[in-house]
């Protein structure tokens, strides 16, 4: 891996649910705990979503609890850093050549907006030629419309995991979201499996395609996506 490695990170332009009045979008954390990661481990970042331009934050990732964890709090304080968010590229223009991974995001916003053809295509380009893809939390949802140059889901005969609905209930936003990822991957041929207690740090890595259940998850999923980079 050498210091010109860039990874894409994938976030969303959803800022609220689509049948309940809740706001969402990024949840923050699963963006710095990542970024924080693989810039000191000598990696660029370049942020995108499927549409380009301002990216929502959930609100609930601003709780006072949750930024203190991993330095999220000081990254939101960082006027230069907040400022990625309010003009990302479209993925459309994305050049897959000039990356070596693609990591999604999480936040609730994703599943209105990640399984996108023209996202899906992309991150089909990614692991047909050889690259990392990687997600967390709700974020595997990026994974669900993307049809490899065999014909296969990306997902099929693949390992993952993705939020669980036990967490969604335990969130409270059972009734909100549109679909339970788990059994969207499960359709598709994946092999899901899910920590032993809702909410504990759990990544599956199945080579290229590296995956992590939860909020707490994105510095372990960051990890992984550093090491199999290191191993190229």
Same mark, same amino acid.
């Given at each position: 891996?050498?210091?010109?490695?860039?990874?894409?990170?994938?976030?969303?332009?959803?800022?609220?649910?689509?049948?309940?009045?809740?706001r969402?979008?990024?949840?923050?954390?699963?963006?710095?705990?990542?970024?924080?990661?693989? $810039?000191?481990?000598?990696?660029?970042? +370049?942020?995108?979503?499927?549409?380009?331009?301002?990216?929502?934050? #959930?609100?609930?990732?601003?709780?006072?609890?949750?930024?203190?964890?991993?330095?999220?709090?000081?990254?939101?304080?960082?006027?230069?850093?907040?400022?990625?968010?309010?003009?990302?590229?479209?993925?459309?223009?994305?050049?897959?050549?000039?990356?070596?991974?693609?990591?999604?995001?999480?936040?609730?916003?994703?599943?209105?907006?990640?399984?996108? #053809?023209?996202?899906?295509?992309?991150?089909?380009?990614?692991?047909? $030629?050889?690259?990392?893809?990687?997600?967390?939390?709700?974020?595997?949802?990026?994974?669900?419309?993307?049809?490899?140059?065999?014909g296969?889901?990306?997902?099929?005969?693949?390992?993952?995991?993705?939020?669980?609905?036990?967490?969604?209930?335990?969130?409270?936003?059972?009734?909100?979201?549109?679909?339970?990822?788990? +059994?969207?991957?499960?359709k598709?041929?994946?092999?899901?499996?899910?920590?032993?207690?809702?909410?504990?740090?759990?990544?599956?890595?199945?080579?290229?395609?590296?995956?992590?259940?939860?909020?707490?998850?994105?510095?372990?999923?960051?990890?992984?996506?550093v090491?199999?980079?290191?191993?190229?």
């Amino acid at each position: 891996m050498s210091e010109s490695t860039r990874i894409l990170v994938i976030v969303t332009n959803a800022g609220q649910y689509e049948k309940v009045g809740y706001r969402t979008g990024l949840w923050l954390g699963e963006l710095t705990h990542f970024y924080d990661y693989v $810039t000191d481990h000598g990696c660029q970042v +370049d942020i995108a979503s499927p549409v380009g331009g301002f990216v929502p934050i #959930d609100p609930e990732s601003l709780a006072h609890d949750v930024l203190d964890e991993l330095g999220t709090g000081k990254r939101y304080r960082d006027r230069e850093f907040m400022t990625l968010l309010d003009d990302t590229m479209k993925v459309t223009d994305v050049d897959v050549g000039d990356y070596a991974a693609i990591y999604f995001t999480g936040g609730h916003g994703v599943m209105f907006d990640f399984r996108g #053809d023209a996202l899906g295509a992309v991150t089909a380009k990614f692991y047909d $030629t050889g690259r990392v893809v990687s997600a967390v939390c709700h974020g595997p949802a990026g994974l669900l419309n993307v049809p490899l140059g065999n014909g296969d889901p990306l997902v099929k005969g693949k390992n993952v995991t993705g939020f669980s609905w036990p967490e969604e209930e335990a969130a409270q936003r059972a009734d909100a979201v549109p679909f339970r990822l788990q +059994d969207e991957l499960k359709k598709l041929g994946a092999n899901y499996s899910m920590a032993d207690k809702p909410f504990e740090t759990y990544v599956v890595e199945d080579g290229r395609l590296i995956t992590g259940q939860n909020p707490g998850s994105a510095r372990a999923v960051a990890e992984a996506v550093v090491k199999a980079l290191q191993s190229t």
